[in-house]
């Protein structure tokens, strides 16, 4: 019950820390909501809206990207932390809009649809980048056109789950305890130790790993549901 200032300020506290998800990762319960949430108390204020923040995110995100294809070591460090603040504010979008009660169909669509292509040109960008940077008779090229396609698959495998009118409990659990953004602060450590290479190694394997696995895991909900 709110009976004064106080209790009135500790009811706000309690309320946004109510608004995490169940399926942040450990880097946006201890790093990206904490940092967004100041940003967060002021936007809440202002007629900015959820869609609106999510779009922000997507170009901050995007212009990570480009920084990664010049192959310069300055720009990559730049990419790696302008894509750690595309995360922040992808964690502000959300907040705002359930504190607001402005959750739509169409804003989870446009979050969902900015972080895939946010990943796409990031494995695009580090790829042209690493090519500039490296031997350019080498094979960054076309290791980037096989890691571009694991990011689409991987991106049908979650349309799968949201536009599946089923229960996919493996498939579901297993996007949710993985599809996130921790990437970005092993990226930007990586970044800095000039070691972009070694990540976007790990990228292609992960990648691919997560749509062949999800097929996998859809194969057997399928099987045991009977659907």
């Not at 920084?67 to 995360?87: D, K, N």
């Not at 040109?121 to 490296?134: F, K, T, Y």
């Not at 056109?145 to 990011?151: D, F, I, N, S, Y």
């Not at 789950?161 to 305890?177: C, E, H, V």
């Amino acid at each position: 019950v709110v009976k004064d200032g106080l209790t009135a300020i500790q009811a706000e506290d309690i309320l946004w820390d109510s608004m995490g998800l169940e399926t942040d990762s450990f880097v946006d319960q201890n790093f990206n909501r904490p940092i967004g949430r100041f940003a967060s108390k002021i936007l809440i204020h202002t007629p900015i809206s959820p869609n609106t923040i999510s779009v922000v995110g997507t170009s901050i995100g995007i212009l990570a990207a480009w920084c990664f294809t010049h192959g310069e070591a300055p720009l990559m460090v730049l990419g790696a932390l302008l894509l750690q603040t595309s995360a922040i504010v992808d964690c502000i979008d959300g907040d705002i809009a359930r504190i607001l009660h402005k959750e739509t169909h169409t804003g989870k669509w446009l979050d969902l649809g900015g972080d895939q292509l946010v990943h796409l040109c990031l494995i695009v960008g580090m790829a042209m980048g690493l090519h500039r940077l490296n031997d350019p008779s080498g094979p960054y090229l076309w290791l980037g056109l096989v890691a571009a396609l694991g990011v689409v698959l991987s991106f049908l495998t979650i349309l799968r789950t949201k536009q599946s009118k089923d229960p996919l409990p493996r498939l579901n659990s297993f996007i949710a305890r993985n599809g996130n953004r921790d990437f970005s602060a092993l990226l930007l450590m990586l970044a800095i130790a000039e070691r972009v290479h070694w990540f976007f190694g790990v990228a292609i394997i992960a990648v691919n790993g997560f749509w062949i696995y999800g097929a996998w895991l859809y194969r057997i909900d399928v099987m045991e549901e009977g659907i």
